[in-house]
Structure formats: C-alpha cells, structure tokens
C-alpha cells in the first residue's frame, strides 16, 4: 500500500475516460489498496483511479468515517438538488459553489465480484457524482458558470507556472 501523488489539472489523465476493470489482478488489489490508503486523510471525501494516475474505473471515498471503495461504477440515479461548495483534489486551494443532484445512487463491483450499491444525500451524492464525473473525464470545473470556470482554469495555469 501505498500514499500516491495527486494528479492535478491541467494532467491529461484528468480529461481521459477511464476503462472498464474487465478481470481483478494483482494490479488491481494494489490499485484498491493505494486508493484507500491516499483517500484515508481528514479532509478527503473521495479519489478516482486517474486522479492518482490510472485510468481504471475505481474510486474510494472517505464521508462520516466510512471508507471504502467501487470497481466499474455507474451513476444509476439522481433526483432532487443541492447547490454547495465544492472543492477537489486535483483542482487545490479552489472552492467554487456547484450545482449537482441531492441524490445519487451508483452501483459496482468489489475485488470479489460482488455488487456493492452505494447511495445517499448531501455529501454522499456530492461524492458519488464528483467521482463517475472523474471517471468519465470530468473535473467539477466543467460545472462552474462560464466566468467562474474561466478564473478557476486562469488560476490553475498561473499555479502551474510558479
């Protein structure tokens, strides 16, 4: 196990769709160990695959003190909406109000096959939706209204300079 390095944007790993997880290999386990490792600190509420630079289909999270994880996630369903703060890993020291579901439900698969089924409200399915838009190639920056989202990239590019 292993604490990895956060990919932060612009990284193209960010913008790619990740692939499906078709068979569980070693590779795979120590992939489900590092995600839980890296997501296992106050303050983080979930972590995709390409955030730490795999581009698999997998996320952990970390919300109420329950941590665990979800191989081949799909967001099955959403309804209601909440609009709140929402910040990410791989877009630090940003906070920008997003709109997203209030509910979410996604299912998968854990290291054994099994289906897990995650759902909830709040930060739950906050969570749920950050991580599948990750998955999909998205960054919550992609949610902001056209000038937020211009400031928050103009941000990240005089970071990256420094």
């Not at 698969?109 to 999909?136: A, F, T």
Request: glycine content about 10%.
């Amino acid at each position: 196990m292993a604490i990895r390095e956060i990919r932060v944007v612009p990284d193209p790993v960010l913008r790619t769709p990740c692939d499906e997880i078709k068979e569980i290999t070693p590779a795979v386990r120590r992939l489900v160990d590092d995600l839980l490792e890296t997501v296992d600190d106050p303050g983080r509420a979930g972590l995709s695959a390409n955030q730490i630079g795999v581009s698999l289909r997998a996320f952990s999270y970390n919300i109420d003190g329950k941590v665990g994880y979800v191989l081949n996630p799909v967001l099955e369903e959403k309804s209601g909406e909440q609009y709140g703060d929402e910040g990410c890993l791989s877009v630090p020291g940003l906070w920008y109000k997003t709109r997203r579901a209030d509910y979410a439900r996604v299912r998968g698969i854990d290291l054994d096959g099994n289906e897990v089924v995650l759902e909830g409200s709040g930060l739950m399915g906050r969570m749920l939706q950050h991580e599948c838009d990750h998955l999909d190639g998205h960054v919550y920056l992609d949610r902001l209204e056209k000038e937020e989202r211009r400031e928050a990239l103009r941000y990240m590019r005089n970071r990256q300079a420094k």
